[in-house]
């Protein structure tokens, strides 16, 4: 029998030899990463879902990972105001699909360690250890309200986290009843089996931006999405990037896999692509989402001067939303994939405006080309 250091190893390696993974990002979401109000926007519908998995499934696609939001940003599409809950979806896609990852992203604030730990294991044992999660603490106000939760000041989400991390590794690794007191949980003779799948457990992830959140990350996590490594710094600056990275985790004596996240538009030629992104992404733009989006980080045309505001508008919808836009031919978008390859970068969540119309030919096109470069196993 394998040893289950080795096990965990294949886990965190999705059980294949892919340099870069390559997953698919926000479908659970209406619009997913685009907010546009182009006609073929993502419906995020279950069956849209079922049948993207599946292909995604069988192009070897090696994740996919939900985004846990609960509330629409408005606008005329009500960006991200349909959504399906990520455990019970990632479930549903485990059930019916054979070789790839799927992620839950769950709000520590928002569930209980223990159902939480259960509904982990659930989704691992359907998906025969294909369950990873994406732990985050929350940022948007208006979603806590919802749940009549206060979110606690920002570092103390993070101690929050921690120990609800802590306590759900417990309930995935104790024999024996145990108790936890914390300080934030008091848990009394607990008792949880089964235990995950084949003597690990799911992988972990997270993309916390502040210190509090990247020290989170390095301390717990087996994969840091990081927003900001696309191709638009250079192969030296990413590979500095993910380098400090990992140095930073080897203190804590970790290893950890940095990711990141892309949309890509590739179409035949150059210029075909580049007038899709315009029209989709900018012509079409949701920009009442957007405004919305903005101000709940507190920005907005009273709190900065309006030639500021319209810049931080126009950027954030061409290149906050999605990640670095990969726009261009098959020849294009391969390359700048297998540049952040070679920096280091371990995987990358795509995005997609329309995910079932487009992911064939990428798929078709793109994934062969970075076999060819030596990105990617042959399919
Ligand atoms: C790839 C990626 C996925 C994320 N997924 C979610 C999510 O599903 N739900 C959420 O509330 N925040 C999500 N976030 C936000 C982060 O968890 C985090 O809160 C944010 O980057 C701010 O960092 P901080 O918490 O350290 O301040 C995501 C960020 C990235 C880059």
């Known amino acids: 029998m394998m040893s289950s250091t080795a096990a965990m190893r294949d886990r965190i390696a999705m059980y294949n030899g892919n340099a870069l993974k390559i997953g698919i990002f926000g479908a659970n979401c209406s619009s997913g990463r685009s907010a546009t109000t182009v006609p073929e926007r993502w419906s995020a519908s279950w069956p849209d879902c079922l049948r993207l998995a599946r292909m995604a499934d069988e192009a070897g696609i090696d994740f996919v990972l939900p985004i846990g939001r609960w509330k629409g940003y408005g606008g005329d599409t009500d960006f991200h105001g349909s959504t399906l809950e990520t455990v019970t979806w990632a479930t549903g896609l485990l059930g019916a699909t054979r070789r790839i990852t799927v992620f839950g992203t769950v709000h520590a604030p928002l569930f209980h360690p223990l159902i ?84 690990t457990r799911p992988i972990i992830m997270n993309a916390g931006s502040s210190p509090v959140g990247q020290s989170f990350a390095l301390r717990n996590c087996d994969a840091f999405f990081v927003a900001t490594a696309g191709s638009r710094t250079s192969l030296e600056g990413n590979a500095k990037k ?5 140095r930073a985790a080897s203190e804590f004596g970790r290893e950890i896999e940095v990711y990141t996240v892309g949309q890509v538009i590739c179409r035949p030629t150059q210029q075909e692509a580049e007038d899709y992104y315009r029209h989709a992404i900018i012509e079409n733009a949701d920009w009442g989402a957007i405004d919305g989006m903005l101000a709940i ?65 990428f798929c078709d096109e793109v994934l062969p080309r970075l076999a060819r470069l030596g990105a990617r196993a042959p399919h």
């Open 242 to 246: 993910v380098s400090e990275i990992k």
């Open 297 to 361: 980080k507190n920005i907005t045309p009273q709190t900065i001067p309006p030639e500021e505001y319209a810049a931080k508008r126009r950027y954030f919808a061409a290149n906050a939303i999605g990640g670095y836009p990969f726009v261009g031919t098959p020849d294009r978008v391969a390359e700048e994939l297998d540049s952040i390859s070679k920096a280091g970068v371990r995987g990358i969540a795509l995005s997609f405006v329309n995910y079932l119309l487009e992911l064939p030919y």
């Open 116 to 199: 939480a730990a259960k509904e982990f294991v659930t989704a691992d044992h359907i998906g025969e250890g294909r369950f990873g999660i994406n732990l985050v603490v929350g940022w948007n106000e208006g979603e806590f309200e919802m749940f009549g939760v206060t979110q606690r000041e920002h570092d103390t989400r993070y101690d929050f986290a921690q120990e609800w991390l802590d306590a759900v590794k417990l309930a995935w690794t104790a024999e024996d009843e145990f108790d936890f007191d914390g300080r934030f949980l008091q848990l009394k003779h607990v008792r949880a089996n089964p235990k995950p799948y084949g003597e």
